[in-house]
């Protein structure tokens, strides 16, 4: 990949990503693999004005070593280091990138009930760290081909030619392959905008999904609810994208209003297994029954890692019609494949989904109807005949998508 163009998109990244501003702090989360793309990332920021930024490496074999030999009250502990660590962030809020470049598989093997269980018990200790900093800052997930992921996704290809297409199938899908990548994202946010603003116009009480695969759901929304998309604001104001790419419209639905079935239509990357060939069967919200021909016991494990995890924390429109699924590529990565068609995500919903969120507490959002959950995972059900029709609080009944993609 020409070097003029990688820099291109890390400036993407520091500039619409996160928006640095100026003498704020930031964090980059990457793999090892990744060093030349980091240092230009590392310099977009503080060419930005940055004051500080700070590296956090990561290494998927560590990690999976980690997960085999340590003992489960280890991997259940935080520190007292991390927790001053936790605490230091919520008083600087830095703004965090994480660059993904991870192999699907990468994981592939490890104890699946040790690592739910070691989340579950760091989780109360870290949640209260997690709500002190909700929409105070800013955050971005990016990519960058690793080798390994390369190969999944093109698995006939030497490794140079894997990780050369799978670079033009992230810059094409990030908007990120044109001159000017920084003005393709105001275009697209606008275009997003001028979609959830219509949405919002129209009072919708629930959306009706029916596909000739079999799915055929109905999820209520939340009142005062709000559909957004593409770039968001933090609580002090500051615009930033958190995803590239980025194709959805979504919101939270009401919890304990879903019923029907819907059928997963891409492969579900989850702690470094696939979930395949699915479906999730709602009843007064909450996914009661599963079926998968791949992974179906992970998948049962994920939907009970707490009380809401079965619960709907988020709906997302996602035109069928999209880069990413134009390119034709399964990229077994989620930060792509959700955005190829319309996804639900199981566990945590988005307490900006609400209006005027900033005036209630989490458990007042809580209360509103926005899920609260260790996981939040989401999972595509968009197809090239899916239809979904929103029934608005006035009584009609309007088409929102025809055969994948919008119908307005």
């Known amino acids: 990949m020409k070097k003029t163009t990688m820099q291109k998109y890390a400036r993407l990244i520091a500039r619409k990503g996160i928006n640095v501003q100026k003498n704020q702090e930031v964090i980059v989360n990457a793999s090892l693999d990744q060093p030349e793309f980091v240092k230009m990332v590392v310099e977009e920021c503080y060419r930005a004005g940055a004051k500080k930024v700070t590296v ?28 001053e660590k936790l605490a230091h962030r919520c008083d600087v809020l830095p703004a965090m990138i994480y660059i993904d470049s991870d192999d699907p598989d990468g994981l592939k093997g490890i104890d699946q009930n040790k690592v739910s269980k070691a989340s579950q018990a760091r989780y109360p200790i870290l949640k209260p760290y997690i709500d002190k900093m909700e929409n ?58 001028a979609r959830y603003d219509y949405l919002n116009s129209l009072g919708i009480e629930s ?89 179906e016991e992970l998948l049962k494990q994920m939907i009970s890692m707490d009380e809401n995890a079965a619960y709907l924390g988020e709906c997302a429109l996602v035109p069928y019609d999209s880069p990413i699924r134009n390119s034709e590529i399964t990229f077994f990565n989620t930060l792509f494949d959700e955005n190829a068609c319309c996804h639900l995500a199981l566990g945590r919903g988005f307490e900006n989904c609400l209006k005027d969120y900033d005036k209630y507490t989490h458990e007042e959002c809580r209360q509103k109807g926005i899920n609260d959950s260790i996981i939040h995972v989401d999972f595509m059900i968009g197809s090239q005949d899916l239809d979904i029709d929103a029934h608005t609080a006035d009584g009609r009944d309007v088409a929102i998508f025809r055969n994948g993609n919008w119908a307005f």
């Open 207 to 295: 959306l009706h999904y029916t596909a000739s695969n079999g799915t055929n759901f109905t999820v209520g929304l939340i009142s005062d609810g709000l559909f957004l998309g593409g770039s968001e604001d933090t609580l002090g104001g500051v615009e930033f994208n958190p995803n590239i790419p980025s194709e959805e419209v979504f919101t939270s639905p009401m919890k304990g209003k879903a019923d029907g079935i819907v059928y997963a239509t891409r492969p579900l990357s989850y702690r470094g297994e696939i979930i395949d060939n699915f479906s999730v069967r709602f009843e007064n919200g909450k996914a009661v029954e599963v079926h998968a021909e791949k992974g």
């Open 56 to 83: 956090e490496w990561s290494y998927q074999p560590l990690t999976k070593l980690n997960y085999r030999y340590r003992s489960m009250k280890t991997l259940s502990t935080i520190e007292k280091w991390e927790e």
């Open 136 to 193: 105070k800052y800013q955050w971005c997930i990016a990519a960058v081909p690793g080798e390994a992921w390369a190969k999944k996704v093109f698995p006939g290809e030497r490794v140079g030619k894997a990780v050369e297409k799978l670079w033009d199938a992230i810059l094409y899908t990030s908007r990120a392959d044109g001159e000017d990548p920084v003005q393709a994202w105001e275009d697209h946010n606008a275009d997003l905008k």
